[in-house]
């Protein structure tokens, strides 16, 4: 037995010796993984940079036409497929995923969707949607989903995503909208007492809404079925 192999055996709990004799035995592969992460950092940064950026000004200069045919129920089609010379939202949400021009694109899709009565492609552009934080379009998005759940009667799925809506960003403006078409649908499903409760909440939490100026008559109707 040589005398290092000796020191090793002698040696063998020596936490600093292992770490040492690690360290030089591995140090070409180290080496290695030090450069490929400082690799991967720099392509990380150079594709935000020279990537996304550029790609997200673009889409973002390409929406502008899209959103003006989108005010439009006469020009649906066109904000949804271009006119030929400017793209239309379809395009953006492909062709420039992973950018923010392209998540709006998706919740316009879901829109114009559900105003064409194409309810699964309104869910399918709506599923891809990422929240944002934003309190208007978020809120929204999910909204639109228990809508369009809702049309294709599946009505399970149209209840989650409504309590979701009512929730999210709580506030007297949506809340109650997206809470009375829970009650609606739970009415549908002919479960009268959550639709009161639904209806109920409207009345409590939300009194200034306009939809709690009419919300007695639901409420009395629902129950006038339990």
């Known amino acids: 037995m040589s005398k290092d192999q000796k020191d090793i055996v002698i040696q063998p709990d020596n936490k600093l010796n292992r770490t040492s004799n690690f360290v030089q035995e591995n140090s070409k592969s180290l080496l290695v993984i030090g450069v490929a992460i400082v690799a991967l950092v720099a392509l990380y940064f150079g594709y935000q940079k020279l990537y996304l950026a550029p790609r997200a000004e673009k889409a973002a200069a390409e929406m502008f036409r899209a959103e003006q045919y989108a005010a439009s129920d006469s020009l649906a089609d066109r904000a949804i497929s271009g006119d030929g ?17 392209a998540n709006l694109a998706n ?15 309104a869910v399918d552009a709506l599923g891809n949607y990422s929240n944002t934080g934003s309190p208007v379009i978020d809120p ?52 009268y007492k959550s639709a009161s409760e639904a209806y109920q909440k409207i009345k409590k939490e939300f009194p200034e809404s306009a939809e709690a100026a009419v919300i007695d008559t639901y409420i009395a109707r629902a129950e006038a079925r339990l």
């Open 85 to 101: 010379s400017n793209p239309g939202f379809e395009k953006i949400a492909d062709e420039y995923s992973s950018t923010k021009s």
């Open 107 to 121: 919740a316009y899709l879901g829109g114009l969707y559900l105003r064409k009565g194409e309810f699964q492609k």
């Open 140 to 191: 929204l998005v999910l909204g639109m989903l228990g809508d369009a759940y809702s049309e294709l009667k599946q009505y399970d799925k149209a209840i989650t995503y409504y309590k979701k809506a009512a929730d999210k960003n709580s506030n007297s403006f949506s809340s109650p909208i997206f809470l009375k078409k829970l009650g609606l649908v739970y009415e549908e499903q002919k479960d």
